[in-house]
């Protein structure tokens, strides 16, 4: 079954902005990560957050991760046009022994 | 270091028919999944080898296959092709040794079209 469940589904926004997505799950996890895909191509890793850690940044990324709400955000700051993607986040189950990816969050940002 | 490359990248295949599909690796990669992506359900994950050894697998028929050889390159095959089947294909590697999934480098995909 499906662990993570981003949330909100699309996102429109103008260039500069912010832009922030959250995504939820059922089982304890070893680690959840986020990716990024461009209009049907390979997912590319973007962060990997550990259970024990709570927030991590990596250069206008910025992840925080509450295992208390099974729950972690996604923040895009200062947004750019070569940002427009699907971004998904996937979760490492402990027991699940697979990376469970959620349904996507598709992020259009306007020049 | 080279990406993980995915052959081929298009396929077109009609009902009934089987299909292999074939994955490299990053060099020295030994983990390689193979999930399956459609507009519907979304990435799917399909199986994981490791060393040579499905280590896991997902919900699919068995109609859906795979093997890693030595190298660590993997191919998957799905025989008696459905409809339902068509979709992008991805691999991904990664330096997976113990129980947890580190970050996975994906391949561009292959795009199975079933007629």
């Known amino acids: 079954s499906q662990q993570g469940e981003e949330d909100p589904q699309a996102l429109s926004i103008q260039e500069g902005e912010n832009a922030t997505m959250n995504c939820s799950y059922k089982?304890?996890?070893?680690?959840l990560q986020w990716y990024r895909q461009n209009s049907g191509r390979g997912l590319v890793h973007l962060i990997l957050?550990?259970?024990?850690?709570r927030e991590k940044h990596s250069g206008r990324l910025r992840v925080t991760l509450d295992t208390s709400k099974k729950s972690s955000s996604l923040l895009i700051t200062a947004s750019r046009a070569a940002d427009t993607a699907s971004y998904f986040c996937a979760t490492d189950a402990r027991g699940n022994n697979r990376l469970a990816f959620g349904k996507g969050n598709q992020v259009v940002v306007i020049p | 270091k080279a990406g993980v490359t995915q052959t081929p990248r298009y396929l077109i295949k009609t009902r009934g028919q089987q299909v292999t599909l074939s994955c490299s690796p990053i060099s020295g990669h030994r983990s390689v999944s193979w999930y399956q992506q459609t507009p519907g359900q979304g990435l799917q994950f399909l199986f994981e080898y490791f060393s040579e050894t499905q280590r896991n697998k997902g919900n699919f028929p068995g109609r859906f296959s795979g093997r890693q050889f030595s190298n660590s390159r993997s191919e998957m095959n799905v025989s008696t092709l459905e409809l339902g089947d068509s979709a992008l294909y991805l691999c991904?590697?990664?330096?997976?040794?113990?129980?947890?999934?580190?970050?996975?480098?994906f391949g561009p995909g292959t795009r199975l079209t079933v007629l």
């Open positions: 957050i550990r259970s024990n850690e």
């Open positions: 991904a590697s990664s330096s997976n040794i113990g129980g947890s999934y580190n970050e996975q480098f």
């Open positions: 089982t304890s996890i070893n680690n």
